[in-house]
């Protein structure tokens, strides 16, 4: 995988496609036995215990670190391939581009670990996780666009192509679900306002009938 050996993949593209996606079907394969094996001898299910942290928001997180972190090791490389450090390199798309690509990958690392972080230890509110999200989710928007598109360093089948489109559907994942508990929390107060003030008129009603009860009046025939 290092573009530098031009074995599987080059700095802006794929040299040889099925190398490239069978030696990371064999990577997967060799964790998913070593995984197995610890099951069978000594009774660890790492795969049941990873389960529930992949499915729940934290998993999410540590994914985006992952994908992160791949995207900034990758644009690096495309970074250092170039010589973009010269005159006359430095305002040629690629470089910009790349440049975007590390900023993204340093900014998507720093929010997730901060992320779960703060998950850890309790202190990550629903706002923090409202604006984190919609952060991570513009952000990857645009790298999306800046890296896989036109002439982006990731624009060919590699690392920083699959990892720059798991960034962006791990932020929009998280914007999702932090949406949807949002809108479960403002429905959870709302209802739970609506209990209060009819246990407050039903305390005050004195001939106890009740909210909403209507007297009853009475006409002489």
Not at 52 to 79: C, D, E, N, Q
Not at 106 to 124: E, P, Q, R
Not at 161 to 168: C, K, L, P, R
Not at 202 to 217: E, K, L, R, T
């Amino acid at each position: 995988m290092n573009p530098g050996n031009s074995i599987a993949v080059g700095y802006t593209d794929y040299l040889d496609a099925n190398l490239y996606f069978s030696s990371w079907l064999a990577c997967l394969s060799a964790v998913w036995i070593a995984g197995d094996l610890a099951k069978e001898l000594y009774g660890v299910d790492v795969v049941g215990m990873a389960s529930p942290k992949v499915k729940s928001r934290r998993g999410k997180w540590y994914a985006l670190i992952a994908t992160s972190l791949i995207v900034m090791g990758s644009s690096v490389r495309v970074f250092l391939a170039f010589p973009c450090s010269s005159q006359a390199m430095a305002k040629s798309p690629i470089c910009r581009q790349t440049e975007f690509a590390i900023s993204a990958g340093v900014i998507g690392t720093l929010f997730a670990m901060v992320a779960t972080l703060c998950m850890a230890k309790g202190n990550f509110s629903q706002l923090l996780d409202w604006c984190s999200s919609i952060v991570m989710a513009i952000i990857w928007c645009f790298g999306l666009g800046f890296i896989t598109f036109g002439s982006g360093p990731g624009h060919n089948i590699g690392n920083l192509y699959f990892a720059t489109w798991g960034s962006f559907i791990l932020s929009i994942l998280l914007v999702g679900e932090s949406y949807r508990e949002h809108m479960g929390m403002r429905e959870r107060a709302e209802h739970g306002m609506t209990y209060d003030e009819e246990e407050m008129n039903s305390s005050n009603d004195p001939n106890g009938s009740g909210p909403g009860a209507h007297p009853v009046q009475v006409r002489s025939q």
